[in-house]
């Protein structure tokens, strides 16, 4: 069956509230970062405000730009394999910070099986090679409005 | 009636009509624009008999994760008859940083080796006598200090320095583009450059000190054309530094190489040839005409190709092997000396095994299987190929032009022109894949429902990193303090006066100083380049 034809959600401009704020950030050393540069050109186009920060992130640089950023949402892209223990790690620091009401999601490559690993460990939402940027920006409006923030 | 006149749009925007004929090729002259297989301009190839002679060098990219590990993997393809090994390193040692470093934890042996101390490259080449192999390194800030722990390698098996052979990467200015490994500011990296290229120049003449790279940048969204200029402004860049420093163009030239694309997101089988073939008849033309190089050998435009993960789907993963298979074929009617494939399940991890090996076979039934290497060149003469080449020569040079208008390559990094540049045209071509205007099978047409095998990943060791640790203090604890600090000092002070660094680098490694402190004097002296992070 031929895939349904996309929404193009990301050309829209639906933002007419407070508009959903989005850190992006790569952890860790790899430097492959067009995957992280084009969907936050995306979500930039679908009215989000992205606050991108690049590359190299410990997990303490992204907690306290997302904090001192007021944003809803992390973003990680992780290309190198490492995504559970920086997510793990990521998230640990939150629950003792007790940081509330920031979502992270997860962008990269990895195996399929790793989706469950990472969500178990309270990761909201990832998007694998292939996502289309419909599905992603869907996918963190639904997050955003359906936590009642907005 | 369809006429020859009719355009079609391809999918890299370069119009093609229904049917080429001979006026398509006005003043075309067989003995100037493409000229017998190893003649000027070296159109169809850079040796008379191209793969009769010689047929291309087969090597995939692969990593172990600690130097024992590595050490035994070398020994078994040897035994193998291999006598080229590809070693990848970890991106801690990529980037300068121990293994200790709170920055490096998670990546410490994923992509590779780790290498903290000579001890690390000693111990990867035990039993394993240098003047018996060619070792490529990917490394490029990096990259004079993995030289020098190899050259101190060979030094205590007593394998002299001129016996020496391999690559090490090398090219620093494309890191600032696309790949990212980059510690210091472009200045006193081409610096750098220039130290390694001139060490090698005078002592290990069989050494390729470095491969310049247009591979990376297409990941990054650079169109066929620029995949080629900006190498090319980035050797000229690399090869003024080095006739700054009192050499000839004809000592400088026939040491570089280059590693091309064939394949990846934006594949187009005939473009990619042509480029290609373009490449070659440009960068003869340059060397003689604007570098003014006098011998035959300097105008040769060395190159391997290579494709990276990104023309590589997560859907449906083993029509990725179909994939590489037209990517290998272009490789090879363009004349590439060696290939690099991707693997069918880039999109799920580091590759495994069974996905290298499917790949070094792809390559092997095109080379054994097909008869493409039977005769050189054997898209020469065609209308369209010829069209073409001449299309993407042209191409080229504007690509070349527009920069050098703007100041020139390294300015263009700086300021973050390129790294702009390169993400518009990204993301354009990713939106019209989702749009499926840009047809990719599996993706956007003949899906399917997929819930399908799950595929089996490479998985790192967790006892790697402490392993490493342990090794790194054992070193620390083992070393001459004094003489460390002494080298470290030399270091800095060479550095500083911009004398050659890689003497005191080699001082400072046989010293068994760590990356982490040879890096660190160095960040001193040239400082960390800044991140241009615009969107």
């Known amino acids: 069956m031929e895939k349904q034809s996309n929404l193009f959600l990301y050309e829209e401009v639906v933002d007419k509230e407070r508009p959903i704020r989005i850190l992006i950030a790569k952890p860790g050393l790899d430097g492959h970062d067009k995957g992280a540069k084009v969907v936050a050109k995306a979500l930039k ?69 790793d989706v469950r690993v990472l969500k178990d460990l309270g990761i909201s939402e990832v998007f694998r090679g292939g996502s289309s940027f419909d599905d992603i920006i869907q996918a963190l409006r639904e997050m955003v409005r359906g936590a009642g923030r907005h | 009636m369809k006429t020859d006149a009719e355009l079609k749009e391809t999918d890299t925007g370069v119009k093609v009509k229904l049917y080429y004929t001979p006026e398509d090729l006005p003043g075309f002259d067989y003995g100037t624009s493409l000229g017998n297989p190893g003649e000027y301009p070296y159109t169809r190839g850079i040796y008379p008999t191209m793969y009769r002679g010689k047929l291309w060098t087969m090597r995939q990219y692969s990593g172990f994760s600690t130097s024992e590990n590595t050490n035994s993997r070398f020994k078994f393809l040897l035994e193998q008859g291999q006598t080229g090994l590809s070693l990848a390193l970890d991106l801690p040692t990529q980037l300068g940083l121990d293994s200790d470093d709170p920055l490096a ?73 696309a790949r990212g490994t980059w510690i210091f500011p472009p200045q006193p990296s081409i610096r750098l450059i220039g130290d390694t290229i001139v060490y090698c120049m005078e002592n290990i003449p069989r050494f390729n000190s470095v491969s310049v790279s247009g591979t990376h940048i297409c990941e990054a969204g650079a169109t066929h054309a620029q995949s080629i200029a900006y190498p090319f402004l980035t050797a000229i860049t690399y090869i003024n530094e080095v006739l700054k420093r009192g050499y000839r163009i004809d000592h400088i030239a ?37 570098l003014g190089a006098e011998e035959e050998k300097s105008l040769l435009l060395r190159f391997s190709t290579g494709a990276m993960g990104s023309g590589m789907t997560e859907q449906q993963p083993l029509n990725n092997i179909a ?213």
């Open chain 2, 323 to 535: 994939r590489i298979a037209y990517y290998a074929l272009a490789a090879a009617l363009a004349g590439s000396r060696s290939f690099n494939l991707p693997c069918f399940d880039e999109a799920y991890g580091i590759p495994t095994e069974e996905a290298v090996r499917t790949s070094l076979r792809v390559q092997q039934i095109l080379a054994h299987e097909t008869g493409v290497a039977d005769t050189v060149d054997p898209l020469a003469g065609s209308y369209y190929m010829e069209d073409l080449t001449n299309y993407f020569e042209k191409e080229i040079e504007r690509e070349m032009e527009e920069i050098e208008s703007r100041g020139g390559i390294v300015a263009c990094i700086e300021n973050g022109y390129i790294q702009g540049k390169l993400l518009g045209q990204a993301y354009e071509v990713e939106r019209k894949i989702q749009r499926g205007e840009i047809v990719k099978v599996g993706v956007n047409r003949f899906t399917v429902d997929e819930e399908q095998r799950e595929m089996e990943v490479f998985a790192l060791d967790p006892e790697v990193l402490s392993q490493q640790i342990e090794r790194l203090n054992r070193i620390k604890a083992s070393r001459d303090k004094s003489k460390v600090t002494a080298c470290l000092n030399d270091l800095k002070k060479a550095a500083t006066e911009e004398r050659n660094t890689m003497p005191y680098l080699l001082d400072a490694v046989k010293a068994y100083a760590t990356m982490g402190e040879i890096v660190g004097v160095l960040k001193e002296v040239y400082g960390e380049a800044e991140q241009p992070v615009s969107i």
């Open chain 1, 45 to 113: 186009d679908a009215g989000m405000e992205v606050i991108y920060i690049g590359l190299r992130q410990s997990t303490d640089s992204i907690l306290n730009a997302a904090l001192e950023e007021n944003v809803d949402i992390i973003g990680l892209s992780i290309l190198s394999g490492s995504h559970v223990p920086i997510c793990r790690e990521l998230l640990g620091k939150m629950g003792q910070q007790g940081i509330e009401g920031i979502k992270v999601v997860v962008g990269g490559v990895m195996p399929r099986a």
């Open chain 2, 105 to 177: 934890k998670d990546d410490v042996g994923r992509l590779g080796v780790a290498i903290d101390t000579l001890r690390d490259m000693e111990e990867m080449f035990d039993g394993i006598p240098l003047d018996t192999i060619s070792t490529s390194f990917t490394v490029n800030s990096t990259a004079s200090i993995i030289l020098a722990m190899y050259v101190a390698t060979g030094e205590k098996q007593g394998v002299s320095k001129e016996k020496l052979r391999g690559t090490i990467q090398n090219d620093i200015l494309k890191e600032y583009i």
């Open chain 2, 254 to 290: 026939p040491l570089l190489s280059f590693h091309l694309i064939a394949g990846g997101i934006q594949f187009q089988l005939f473009q990619d040839v042509a480029n290609l073939r373009a490449a070659r008849r440009l960068w003869a033309k340059i060397v003689k005409e604007r």
